[in-house]
């Protein structure tokens, strides 16, 4: 997008304009209004532009489970760190580095002598896989934007000696999950506009219809989020629940099927546990049998199988990384945020990933006596 | 890794493109866009992958849609 385009979508005067009626609207409904976003790239942006100390009081608004790396499962982590420390070579992306397994990361693991590689394209997992006589593990992590570049490589001749280790996502079946909790606060959902660039907005009806909750699918630059808001607050005050397309630069109904199609010729959806928040129905993408030949659960089945149990470091108990991503508690209500859990050494996820809540609170100095969370 | 990258398409070579982000050029893959694409179209960006074109007429309807969001809220607003 050219600058200018750009910098229109950080229009101060019109960003004032709609925190007006942000405030107007809080102001005339005589009550607080809770909503939640899913996606660490909404929690940068809201904290990189100083939205949140800027929201009216009375409007809350909460990170759900949209960070990938935090809801990478420690048995996940684990099968991976399994591997790395097999001897095999490894390769990812450089959020999963650092992410606690129950007792090592892959970067201890790398610190050991295992060697882990940090990738920035799915492409250069097979470009590597190619150049080497070696199998190679891709540990292939995210939501459906990173999912379908793996399945664009899986169905792009990728060579025999690559093999994917799946930890990949499907986010609507969390937001399932959040809504279904019979004790959530949660008024609407600011939907991710990139995951929705894949799916397609026309995904959320059925949530919506089922929950009776409004759904706005919002971009990432400011003015993208103030104005999801407003759509999204005023249809919490009318009681009103639809969905609604904030992002049409890059959301279309249907989304894009050509890339949905090669997810899905690649992946089928099982049930798995989302670390910290629960078992989830069909948001695990797991590799088809079609694929088997590049699945290295199935290719290193007896040295998984053979990786001894590990025991869960012991202030990992303390984390409240689940509540935190469900919205139930916010980074501050943590004991361990900003103490013992620190971005150089993180004990949950959250303060991880430079997705994760925990991490961009702790940057922004959020949450820090005196300031405005 | 789940950001998402505008960029703009300096070259295409079969499902293979040269985009330019703001500086810094990187090959990126053509398998999954959601459209044809050709030199100066702005493509949505994931780890390597295209996976949205973006139509000007798009960004046109998005900043248009500010306009109207903006609207009525007083002088704060710009020109």
């Known amino acids: 997008m050219t600058g200018s385009a750009t910098l229109e979508f950080r229009d101060l005067a019109r960003g004032r304009a709609l925190q007006a009626r942000l405030e107007r609207l809080l102001a005339g409904a005589g009550r607080s209004v809770t909503v939640m976003h ?33 809801v990478t499962d420690t048995p996940e982590i684990d099968a991976c760190v399994a591997l790395a420390q097999r001897g095999l070579r490894i390769l990812t992306y450089g959020d999963m580095l650092r992410v606690p397994g129950r007792a090592l990361s892959l970067e201890d693991a790398r610190a050991a002598g295992a060697r882990v590689d940090v990738i920035y394209a799915a492409t250069q997992a097979a470009d590597i896989a190619r150049e080497s006589a070696e199998p190679v593990v891709f540990f292939a992590t995210g939501f459906e934007t990173t999912a379908v570049a793996t399945a664009a490589v899986l169905l792009r001749d990728p060579p025999s000696n690559l093999y994917v280790l799946s930890a990949h996502k499907w986010v609507p079946a969390a937001m399932e999950v959040v809504a279904s909790s019979p004790d959530t606060t949660i008024e609407g959902y600011l939907a991710a506009g990139h995951a929705a660039t894949i799916t397609g907005f026309g995904l959320f009806e059925a949530f919506v219809a089922k929950h009776q909750k409004p759904v706005v699918v919002a971009g990432f630059e400011p003015l993208d989020i103030l104005s999801g808001l407003v759509l999204l607050v005023e249809q919490v005050l009318a009681s009103q629940a639809e969905v609604v397309n904030a992002f049409p630069r890059c959301v279309s109904r249907d989304g894009n099927r050509r890339a949905l199609g090669a997810l899905f010729r690649v992946f089928e959806a099982g049930d798995g546990e989302w670390r910290g928040i629960a078992r989830v129905p069909s948001g695990e993408l797991r590799l088809r049998p079609e694929f088997a030949a590049h699945d290295a659960c199935v290719r290193f089945a007896a040295e998984l199988g053979a990786a001894p149990a590990v025991a869960l470091r012991a202030d990992a108990a303390e984390c409240r990384c689940g509540a935190i991503m469900i919205g139930r508690l916010q980074p501050t209500d943590c004991r361990l945020f900003g103490t013992q859990c620190l971005p150089q050494a993180p004990v949950g996820a959250c303060m991880v990933s430079t997705e994760g809540v925990c991490r961009i609170w702790h940057e922004h100095g959020l949450g820090a006596a005196g300031a405005s969370a | 890794m789940c950001l998402g990258v505008p960029g703009q398409i300096l070259e295409v070579e ?33 780890v390597g992958f295209a996976i949205r074109r973006i139509a000007p007429e798009d960004l046109a309807e998005t900043l248009a849609f500010f306009a109207s969001m903006s609207e009525g809220e007083g002088e704060s607003v710009g020109p």
């Open chain 1, 38 to 70: 899913v996606c660490g790239s909404h929690e940068q942006a809201i904290a990189r532009y100083g939205l949140r100390a800027r929201f009216p009081a009375g409007l809350h608004v909460q990170m759900g489970p949209g960070c990938p790396v935090c």
């Open chain 2, 14 to 46: 079969g499902v293979t493109a040269i985009v330019d982000f703001g500086g810094v050029r990187r090959l990126v893959a053509l398998d999954i866009v959601d459209e044809a694409v050709s030199v100066g179209d702005h493509v949505l960006v994931h």
